[in-house]
């Protein structure tokens, strides 16, 4: 096997991170929380964001093969694991994709007719439209290449981001109404009331992707010294993009009126206008859904071939690994295409589309934790039981370390696991009886099938 050529420096991999996980899907939520935000985004830098970096790393350049993190728990655990975990990952994007489709529908609502936001109907219509869309594009295997998709990343992501934070900053140097309580009291959490934490789930959400650009860590030139500074550089940027922009929303739109699915928009709204420049709402949402789009495209297809790779290695059912004269797996498209439309039924059902938005992004969120756990669990399993496998990064500190950090990033998401299936205090989501039926079953019927189906162990 080729040795990976040593090419990337301290700033490539900062690039990396930054485009890997920075996105604008959780800000409205983030803004729910107002000022106690930069509380909850320090906390998940420490014991989540950091932690998977550094032992997604560990395990990516010990096992480079295709598969990530399903060969990680193959190795640690066997088969019947790596399904399972290759499964939730599969099945909280398809979660994902009903949130961020609605986030785009919304942004598109911007251009022509803002009050299209809030009606049901045409959010349902433009979610099962993008979706079927971007299903049936990858069908021919058509993808965006690697740069085209980071180049999207930078202009439907980066630049709104650094531009509502821009307009923030300006915003209050000229001492306008500021919706945000920026005092101790508004920055730290109120025990008191514990539904106000069920947010957590999706701010950690927020957070993930760190994994993705752990890959290229063996491709580093000195992994061992550039990797751990390249980490705390770019988790610092990400977390601090990430509290300001969502900051900059609370600043100007008072914490009940916040839409999970259209306060970006709104924000960038109420800003434009303020300051005498409307023209710029038509170009700022055109950036946002092209990028977004980008973003879709992408990961329509990526999830699924993880599924496909089970199933050739025989950890899951042959069903899903067939494919067609593109070498892309079309019956896991067409399930997955299937389950996201059910899913984004919910937009109707539900009593508000901030409730369908809040409901989907937790129960994205409580399936997404549990993957993390499994990549955690793994990275203690092999460091004790594949110790003589070469890894071209190591987390410092040695087995006593490793286990510190993957121990305290397994309880961050235990507890945050638990908060997550309390109904928020800061969402009005109709009847809660309804809100936990629909969330606990529907994490539990994502979790039953690996462990019903046939695995060669």
């Not at 979660?95 to 919304?106: F, H």
Request: proline share 5%.
């Amino acid at each position: 096997m080729p040795k990976s050529r040593k090419v990337l420096n301290v700033f490539s991999l900062i690039m990396i991170n930054i485009v890997a996980v920075d996105s604008l899907r959780s800000l409205p939520i983030s803004a729910e929380y107002g000022f106690q935000l930069i509380f909850f985004y320090i906390l998940g830098g420490l014991f989540f964001l950091i932690p998977t970096a550094l032992v997604a790393a560990e395990l990516a350049t010990g096992w480079p093969q295709t598969g990530g993190i399903y060969v990680w728990l193959r190795e640690a655990f066997g088969k019947k694991w790596g399904f399972l975990i290759i499964w939730l990952q599969w099945l909280y994007n398809i979660v994902w994709y009903p949130t961020i489709m609605s986030l785009l529908a919304a942004t598109l609502a911007y251009i022509f007719a803002p009050q299209l936001a809030n009606n049901k109907a045409y959010m349902l219509t433009m979610i099962l439209m993008m979706f079927w869309g971007a299903t049936f594009a990858n069908w021919f295997g058509m993808k965006l290449s690697s740069w085209v998709s980071t180049i999207a990343t930078i202009i439907g992501t980066l630049v709104p981001m650094a531009f509502i934070i821009i307009l923030a900053i300006i915003w209050l140097s000229s001492g306008r109404t500021v919706n945000v309580d920026f005092s101790l009291q508004g920055f730290l959490p109120k025990f008191n009331n514990l539904n106000s934490f069920a947010l957590l789930t999706v701010v950690l959400f927020g957070l993930i992707g760190m994994e993705m650009s752990a890959v290229h860590a063996g491709e580093v030139k000195n992994p061992q010294r550039d990797y751990p500074r390249a980490l705390f550089i770019s988790a610092i940027l990400i977390l601090t993009s990430l509290m300001l922009a969502s900051l900059a929303i609370a600043i100007v739109i008072p914490q009940n009126k916040i839409q999970l699915s259209s306060g970006l928009m709104e924000g960038f709204s109420i800003f434009f206008n303020s300051f005498h420049i409307p023209w710029m709402i038509p170009v700022i949402a055109v950036l946002i859904i092209l990028g977004g789009l980008g973003t879709v495209s992408a990961w329509v297809i990526g999830p699924t071939k993880g599924i496909m790779v089970a199933a050739e290695d025989g950890a899951a059912p042959p069903f899903f690994k067939t494919r067609n004269k593109y070498a892309v797996p079309t019956r896991i498209l067409i399930l997955q295409g299937i389950i996201t439309s059910i899913l984004s039924c919910l937009f109707i059902y539900m009593p508000s589309i901030n409730s369908a938005f809040s409901l989907l992004s937790a129960m994205t969120g409580q399936v997404a934790l549990l993957v993390y756990i499994g990549m955690f669990a793994a990275a203690i399993k092999l460091r004790f039981s594949r110790p003589e496998v070469t890894r071209a990064y190591r987390v410092p500190g040695g087995n006593i370390a490793l286990c510190l950090i993957a121990g305290i990033a397994i309880l961050t998401c235990l507890i945050v696991f638990g908060f997550g299936f309390l109904p928020p205090s800061q969402i009005n989501i109709g009847n809660v009886s309804f809100y936990e039926s629909i969330l606990i079953g529907g994490v539990i019927l994502i979790c039953i099938p690996p462990f019903l189906m046939k695995v060669k162990n």
